[in-house]
């Protein structure tokens, strides 16, 4: 008895240093998260700054109009800073999404400049978007969101540089994609894939990518958060998420969502 209820206690014990693990894993990654939007935040603010503080009355108007651009800029990143509290409150409450019929390229395109700014001089990024693309229909906020960590992810991948492409294009599926778990409809999707030069996965990571609070990043570096999440919401809205990557051939993640049947 006495043996039974010391293997309860430890059990118990490490079962607790198991949730302050992962609790700190949270609160490290969603600090540094917060960090990369206030960092947007704060260099448009500097931007906007320093156009208006250089302006004379020559080119005021230049220089308002480029510090409104900035000011937007701030706006939109406060706006997924936002997101990501509801990300966090959508993980933890499991609270309802919120659909909407949404073009993934114009979404794409809306933010290729804030995915620049973001990443950085050593990330050439660029944006391949389908004309004509099928509608689909998604919480703009979260997908959103979902690009953004899938693109940060990627840098961090890309320590010394690389390339980001953020592609889109319709597809038709009559064949499950790789690793699909649960049931599978055929049908017509649209795809984001967001396609890096970075160092890649092995195998038994890439199995693991979307398991909650994994993550290969040093300690208050990532969550372990944002695949888990960009693969529940896109289940939720009956997509399936496909990573393929391999060490030293980078990495594709691949967002496939399905058409919108009341829109064209």
């Given at each position: ?8 206690k ?11 693990e ?11 998260d ?10 448009y ?6 156009e ?14 480029s ?16 997101s ?7 993980f933890?409450?499991r609270?309802?999404?919120?659909p909407?019929?949404v ?16 990443l950085?001089?050593?990330?050439e990024v ?5 004309g004509?693309?099928?509608n689909?229909?998604?919480?703009p ?22 390339r ?42 890439r ?31 009956g997509?399936y ?7 030293g ?5 691949t ?10």
């Amino acid at each position: 008895m006495k043996d039974r209820r010391r293997q309860d206690k430890s059990q118990e014990r490490l079962a607790q240093a198991q949730r302050l693990e992962s609790l700190g894993q949270l609160a490290g990654g969603v600090a540094h998260d917060f960090n990369n939007l206030l960092a947007v935040i704060l260099n448009y603010a500097e931007f906007a700054a320093e156009e208006l503080a250089a302006a004379t009355e020559s080119d005021w108007a230049g220089r308002c109009a480029s510090a409104h651009d900035d000011l937007e800029q701030i706006s939109r990143a406060g706006e997924r800073a936002a997101s990501l509290t509801r990300q966090l409150l959508a993980f933890a409450r499991r609270q309802p999404l919120a659909p909407k019929v949404v073009n993934l390229s114009r979404l794409v395109g809306d933010m290729a400049d804030l995915l620049r700014r973001t990443l950085g001089e050593a990330i050439e990024v660029e944006t391949v978007v389908a004309g004509g693309l099928w509608n689909t229909v998604a919480d703009p906020a979260q997908v959103e969101s979902a690009i953004l960590n899938l693109a940060l992810n990627a840098r961090d991948a890309m320590p010394d540089g690389g390339r980001l492409v953020v592609e889109t294009r319709d597809v038709a599926l009559t064949q499950p994609p790789p690793d699909v778990e649960g049931e599978f409809v055929p049908g017509d999707y649209v795809a984001l894939a967001v396609i890096d030069t970075g160092s890649g996965m092995p195998e038994d990571v890439r199995r693991r990518a979307v398991d909650p609070f994994f993550t290969t990043k040093p300690q208050g570096k990532g969550t372990g958060l944002g695949l888990s999440m960009t693969f529940g919401f896109v289940r939720q809205s009956g997509g399936y998420l496909v990573i393929d990557s391999a060490p030293g051939k980078g990495t594709t993640i691949t967002i496939l969502m399905p058409r919108d049947p009341e829109v064209a």
